[in-house]
């Protein structure tokens, strides 16, 4: 069966520092991969997705950068933070017209 | 106009009763739909697929109305624990397999 993982659970960070987010997938090969954001109280914002190794789109202008160095794998960082990327970081992956499913996610506070 | 639009709720229902939550979507190309469940501070999780035919799983019903672009949600016989938020989502079929989450409906079922 599919996995995916994610990690840290939980990240608090200055305003200013680096990060760098993780998820992983197992059980199913090529799949296509997304970044969500979802602020408190709100729904989801797809960030970035990605349909294979070294191809990544970008949703909206932001902070942030993704990449997808092997085909389970996909990152997303920033060089620095903002308070405004505060938020609940999901990644999930899926294929063409099915449904997602989303790792457990990490909560990022930024001070 | 959002392309995916739900009621926001809350709906705060007594234990036993039945719910229905509806969904609207703009995007006519749109090819396969989706009811999410969400607990607080988790990950979104599958609860079903909807089909043009309706489709029933337990004490859930999901319908779709291709004409209308409408989807909704039934649930019977309401639990304490079915007391989440709701997401409908809409995919838009093509290769990336982007999907549109709605913000969610919250549902409290109260003893």
């Known amino acids: 069966s599919q996995t995916i993982h994610q990690w840290p659970a939980t990240l608090v960070q200055p305003v200013g520092s680096p990060l760098s987010l993780e998820c992983t997938v197992e059980g199913t090969s090529n799949p296509n991969l997304y970044w969500y954001r979802q602020a408190a109280g709100r729904g989801l914002q797809l960030l970035f997705y990605s349909v294979g190794i070294g191809q990544i789109s970008s949703e909206v202008p932001q902070n942030l950068s993704a990449s997808r160095p092997q085909d389970r794998q996909f990152i997303l960082s920033s060089k620095k933070l903002l308070l405004s990327d505060s938020g609940f970081y999901l990644c999930a992956w899926g294929h063409p017209v099915r449904e997602q499913f989303f790792g457990p996610g990490t909560r990022l506070t930024v001070l | 106009r959002k392309e995916v639009e739900q009621d926001p709720g809350p709906f705060n229902v007594p234990e036993g009763a039945t719910v229905a939550f509806n969904c609207t979507y703009s995007n006519s190309a749109s090819q396969s739909f989706f009811w999410y469940r969400q607990d607080c501070r988790k990950e979104p999780k599958l609860l079903m697929s909807?089909?043009?035919s309706g489709n029933e799983d337990g004490r859930f019903t999901a319908q779709l109305n291709r004409a209308s672009q409408y989807i909704s949600l039934l649930i019977r016989d309401s639990k304490l624990s079915d007391s989440a938020t709701y997401l409908c989502v809409v995919n838009r079929g093509t290769n990336a397999g982007k999907s549109t989450f709605g913000d969610g409906t919250t549902l409290t079922v109260k003893p």
């Open positions: 909807v089909y043009s």
